[in-house]
Structure formats: C-alpha cells, structure tokens
C-alpha cells in the first residue's frame, strides 16, 4: 500500500484531507474573535479596577487575623484614616477569588447600603452564630420568610406599654443590687468594683423577668456567662480558621464547647418550658409572642429566638451603660453637669432632660458594643460619585470607624455630650448605634429607656471616680474588662 506525499503531509499536520481555504478561513476568525474578546475583557477589568476603591495592602490571612481579633475595630479605623481613604477594599479570600469586599467607613454611603431593603446578609459571615441557638437559624441569620415572621411576631413587645414595664423592672432590679450589694460591700468600704460586670449581671436579670417572666438565680446567671464566653471564643476561632471545625468534636476544648452549647441551650428550653407552666401569664411579652406564634416550624425554633433575645437585651444595654458611667468618672466636669440636670427631676421627666440625652448619645456613639458593625450583600449595582460597585459586592459597615470618622465628627476620640445639643447634619449621619434600614434593632427603644433610667438613678444617687480603667476587649461586644470604680454616696 503507497501514502501519497500529499497525504503523509495531512497525517504529519493532523489536518482533514477535505480542509479547504473556506475553513481555514472561519478558524482564523474564530481565534481573531476569541483574542478581541480576552483583550476587551482584560481593557473591562482594567476600567472597572479604576472605579473601584483602592485596595488595602494586607494580605487576606493577616486580614483575617486582624479583623477577628480585640483590635479589629481600631485595625479597620487606622485604615481608614492612613491614605486609603473611608472606603477601600481588602482581601478576604485566597487568590483574589470571590466578590469584591469593600470596607465602607464613610457614614453616608454605609447608610444607603443598610437602607437598601434589597441587600441582605451574607451568609458566609453569620453561619458560624447559628451554633450559638443550637444550629437553628434566627433573627440575627435569617433572610426571607423565617426572618420576616419572627420580626414581625415579636415586634409587638416594643411597644411603648411594654416598654415601661421592662423598664421598671430592670430598674427595680439596679436598685436592689444598689442597696443590697454597691453600698454595703463597696461604698461603705470604699471598696472598688467593676462596673461592666455588675451591670451586665443586673440587666440580664431585669430582661428575664420583664421578657421572659422567668427569675434567674445568681448562680444560673454566672453559668449562662460562662457559657456564652465559651461560646463565643470558640466562634472567634471559627473566624479565623474554617477547617477548626472538623477537628473540634475530637479535642477537649471541643468538648468543653459541646458542652456549653447543650447548657445554654437547656437554658432557653428551661424558660419556655416554664412559660407554658404558669398560670396566668402576661400578655405582649417576648416569651408570651414566642411561644404562641404558630409560624415557627418547632420548639428548636423559638428556643433559639429565646437564646438571641437574651444574649442581645443584655449584652448591649449593659455594656453601653457601663461605657457611659466610665467616661462620666473620667470626665468630673461632665459628671456633675448631668447629676445637676437629673437630681431635680422625677422618673418620668428624664427622658426629657436634655443632658441626659447628650450623654447618651455619645456613649453609643463613642463606645458602639456592637463595634465591628455589620455586612450586606449588594443585590444590584451600586455607585457613588468616584466608585461603581457590582452586584454581589459585600460590604463591610464598621461602625466604630464610621462613628469616629474625622471628616463628620470633631474631636471624634474625644467624649463630649455637648456635640449634641445642636448637632451638625453630618454628626447625625454619623451616628447610627442601632443600624438603620430593615434590619435595624427593634428593641432600641427599651435600650435608649433602660440606660436613661438607670443612668439617670446611679448619677444622682452616687459620685464615681476611676480606680482602675481596665482593658478594652473586643469580639461581638465592646467590653471595658476589669474596669473598677469608686463609688460615693451623695
């Protein structure tokens, strides 16, 4: 059998006999097509890079080193006002891959963000707290349906009428602890004590028995602290490692974690349980909308509603009312400005008295518990007037570093409640503690009155000086740790 020259040639080159000019031709065109395409695909990636925001020089695993540590909130502030600007980008994934994140420290492009009703949460950035209700998932994150239900089912307990109740309570419960414990073991002494860890304690107690019609003990107040602490450092790690997991159920510590889980847990399936005992419960509470609210699918579901409440009601309520009272020892003048506005004053004129309001106000403003902020994902395009951001971008919302950005707020490091009596319209875009949009805090309500109340009864009552200003401590709450004052009584 002869090969033809011709055919050892097309064999050599791997090209079919019956390749003609026409089809070299459509090939050419082809590969000439596919070039353009990369070229303009690379020139649409070099424009849009000169749209977006510049991009912080930090690796994506030091970032994510930086941003889940205590000094997270202060790292993206430092940012902010270095020569990136209030809005940059930064690495959160490996490679580049993935969306664009965009910090937004500017007040009023974070505020369109949060008040976009479309942008929601991002998943991959709240999943790690569903452990936290028992892998159930909750207010805090959810989206769609399972969201919008319970926010409506318990918006109801933040009614003015509740309010007040809660309210009084939370301040009986202040007050109790005043003369059974802050006089006797502390100003009769002249005794220190830390002011963050008593009052997280009474407020927690307060929110129990107003919310949730349940008595907690002293000792399963210490316990559920200590779960929740456990909790929590565990999640911090999560952060920083996602393979952490997978190892955890085999390590002590993992161990220790399950259990604190099933405590805090046990805890809110306590309290629901002993809801359904009593016997003439009242109506318009949060446990009282829990329990009877048919849209949740189980009990595992309102058990972790349980769970957020009562870590959310405390914990910020607590926290920003010891930040305040700290600032106020540490600045006489303005300590003695406030008990002068409120010593004359009844308790149902207080929330009327406007120094008592300025302090307020720059204690969430100053001291945000909820420092680290929140993240949206952007459902459409979005663009101001020097960035344009796609859809799908995340966007990161500190607000400690918005709450002290120095090109809205004077003096932002600085505590001044005066800032407040006629404040600029940029120090009030500036300043939004409790969120804003559809997803903001629903409880803010009874917070602002519980810390004008309480506030108002221990700066009348007492003079408290600094003896000790602690350390600050940062993970989901701002927390001034081991902070201790000097209380004397007037």
Known sequence: MTISNRDALVELMMIPPTVTPLHILTSVSVMAMALIAVWKSSNDRASREKLLPPMAQCGFIRMIMKATSPDGPWFVLRLARSALGTIYRIR?????????FVVACDAKFAQSVLRDPENDKPTVFYKHFD?????????????????????????????????????????????????EVLIPNHVEKEEPFEIA???????????????FEYEMSNEEVELLLEEWEIIHKEIAKRFKNPLRQMFLPFTPSGQRYALALVRAHEFSKKVLKNYRALKDPKEGTIISLIANNPNYESDDDRIAEISLFFFAGHDTTGYTLAWTILELAKNPSEQSKLRNAVQNKSSDEWRNVLELQCAVKEGLRLHPVVAGGTWRVLKNDMKTDKYFFVKGTHIYIPFLAIFRNEEYVDKPDEFIPSRWVDPSDDLCSASFPFSLGRRNCMGQSLATAELYNCLATLIAGFEFAVYDEGKVDYFTSLKPVGAKLIAKKL
């Not at 959160?92 to 664009?100: A, H, R, S, V, Y």
């Not at 989206?143 to 003015?160: D, I, L, Q, V």
């Not at 301040?171 to 003369?179: C, F, G, R, T």
């Open 92 to 100: 959160m994934t490996p490679f580049g891959l993935g969306p664009d």
């Open 197 to 211: 860890a008593a009052l997280v304690r009474q407020v927690l107690k307060g929110i129990s028995a107003a919310g």
């Open 131 to 179: 452990s936290f209700t028992g892998d159930a998932p909750s207010l805090l994150t959810s989206e769609g349906h399972r969201w919008y239900h319970a926010r409506k089912a318990t918006f109801p307990a933040f009614s003015s009428k509740y309010v007040k109740r809660v309210n009084s309570i939370i301040l009986e419960q202040v007050n109790q602890w005043v003369q």
